[in-house]
């Protein structure tokens, strides 16, 4: 069975178009016509999120008053693990099937899941070690996202191989353990791999990961926090990313999650890797962490709600413009030469590059899943302007994944379950 929407506007690969007919069938772009009259609406493709940690979304708003002393990643991080320590699996897909479905409704129809919550509350292995992983693909089909599972290796908790601390006991997996893991992923959702970061995981486990994960997409955190350079430093004489690059096989099908503290020097050289710069601008800002020097960096860049502390893709555009503008003291920062709006030069990029970081292929184009959002407006440029720094009105209309409609109006299909189990999880819990 085939589908047709014609739409007034359309976000194409080669920019905007008029009167573009998309036809769809078993969930894939099968056609692109333009001149065609009688649609309604802007199309633009769905948003790749490519950096979440779906359980966070439980704490989201908790964590906004000041402690004794100075409130940091790390005072943050200590009421994360409590969180992290007290959740079953039941929780865990309540808590991501809610966070799966605010997604859709932001405007992200795909999402990698870094995951890294596997075992029970002690740190045994569920019987099926997969048990948690198989409640992030059950949230992901209820909710009707795009998933890639990003099964998380952690074994330590400092450079140099250290042995993991107590509270990280439901993280850790040794290689072998982690094979067993991955192995189960592949037959839940698309599955990538995911060293945690080089605090958690040691060169020598980086280069076994990677051979076991072949060409899908490979993430790791990095360069996220000062205290991390640091340590990385007086380990090894080398910058994270640095290090990383020296070390490791960085290529195309890797994204290094925020990357934020880089000099000039380590920017050219992660663009020459063709890796992807996983930004999550509104968790950066929320956590204190720093601002990424977007000026030194000509790669591919993509957005994640990671922490989802707020879900809304236009506005973690927004807050990566604003945040350049900032830091910068310059105005339409992320624009470039060939394509001059912010707006649009901001989430054709963004596009692409989540497209890349989650293996996906990018933009309404032939063979690619007939996954797109509406927005409202009569100007297409005007609009995507509106949506990322005015949003007058809700800006967001209807939602489509692999040819279904999930959102309409706004509001997800079953957001009102999803909802409720959720509420009732914060008050068993927090
Ligand atoms: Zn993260």
Known sequence: MSDRIIFRHALLPQGWAANVAISFAAGRITQIETGIEGGAGIALPGMPNLHSHSFQRAMAGRAEHRGAGTDSFWTWRELMYK?????????????????????????????????????APDGTPYDDIAEMATRIAAAAAAAGIELLLLPVFYAHSGFGGRPPAEGQRRFINSLDSYARLHERCQALAATGCAPHSLRAATRE???????????????????EQTAEIEACLAFSGARPVEYLLANAPVSANWCLVHATHITAQEAAAMAKSQAVA?????????????????????????????????????????????????????????????????????????????????????????????????????????????????????????????????????????????????????????
Request: aromatic share 8%; hydrophobic share 50%; glycine share 8%.
């Open 83 to 119: 969180l992290a320590w007290s959740l079953d699996p039941e929780d865990v897909q309540a808590i991501a099937t809610l966070a799966f479905t605010e997604m859709l409704e932001a405007g992200f129809t795909a999402v990698a899941e870094f995951h890294y919550l596997h075992h």
């Open 205 to 223: 486990e980086i280069t076994a990961l990677n051979h076991l994960n072949g060409a899908a997409p490979f993430h790791i955190h990095i360069a």
């Open 278 to 430: 996983g930004l999550c601008p509104i968790t950066e800002a929320n956590l204190g962490d720093g601002i990424f020097p977007a000026q030194h960096f000509t790669g591919a860049f993509g957005i994640g709600s990671d922490s989802n502390i707020l879900i809304d893709a236009a506005r973690e555009l927004q807050m990566l413009e604003y945040s350049q503008r900032l830091a910068q003291r310059q105005r339409n920062v992320m624009a470039t030469d060939t394509t001059r709006s912010t707006a649009t030069a901001l989430y054709q990029n963004a596009l692409a590059g989540g497209a890349q970081a989650i293996g996906l292929p990018a933009g309404l184009a032939i063979g690619a899943p007939a996954s797109f959002v509406t927005i409202a407006g009569e100007t297409p440029e005007d609009a995507l302007a509106d949506a990322l720094f005015t949003a007058r009105a809700p800006a967001l209309r209807d939602v489509w994944v692999r040819g279904k409609r999930l959102v309409e109006a706004g509001q997800h299909i079953h957001a009102r379950p999803a909802r409720a189990a959720f509420e009732a999880i914060l008050r068993k819990r927090l």
